[in-house]
């Protein structure tokens, strides 16, 4: 009787080694340069943004306040498809921009590899050093960048980073 156990645990234990094995061994997409909103939707190789953009719920106090200020801004989204806080995050993002009504052809979205290098200088022009970062522009000037580590949903700080300076 003690035998068959240790053989059942030993294949149970190879099992779930092997799944584990399977599971990190995953090839992850990398996308490097320009990206659409299209290009993550569309491909079945990024499941995460499809459903995190219809599973988030934004805060809609902070919506409001960056509805009223969205023909004000434009925005480059530096992002690393093979990275997790980019799966959650820039979702999140995508479903708050769909909200307000800002147009998603005007957002500018560049892959990063794994080093945050891209297809061209723009990663060092914005001193991006973690990835998503999300670059506000007020004309040509950076207004700010979003960048992890994210204390608070992305939607309310991009309320508070449009909001007037105090006086």
Not at 56 to 75: C, G, M, S, T, V
Request: glycine share 6%.
């Amino acid at each position: 009787m003690k035998q068959i156990f240790w053989i059942v645990l030993a294949c149970i234990s190879g099992t779930t080694a092997w799944a584990q094995h399977i599971t990190s061994n995953q090839e992850v997409k990398v996308l490097t340069g320009s990206i659409t909103e299209s290009m993550l939707a569309n491909d079945p190789a990024f499941p995460w943004f499809y459903q995190g953009v219809n599973h988030y719920q934004p805060n809609a106090a902070a919506l409001a306040e960056i509805r009223e200020k969205k023909d004000l801004f434009q925005i480059i989204a530096f992002v690393g498809t093979w990275d997790t806080v980019t799966m959650r995050i820039l979702p999140a993002f995508y479903k708050s921009m769909i909200q307000i009504g800002y147009p998603l052809n005007q957002i500018t979205m560049y892959g990063l590899d794994t080093q945050l290098q891209g297809a061209d200088k723009l990663p060092k022009k914005y001193h991006i050093q973690s990835v998503p970062s999300f670059v506000i522009l007020v004309g040509k000037t950076p207004l700010g960048t979003l960048s992890p580590p994210f204390q608070q949903p992305i939607e309310v700080a991009l309320a508070q980073l449009l909001q007037p300076p105090a006086k």
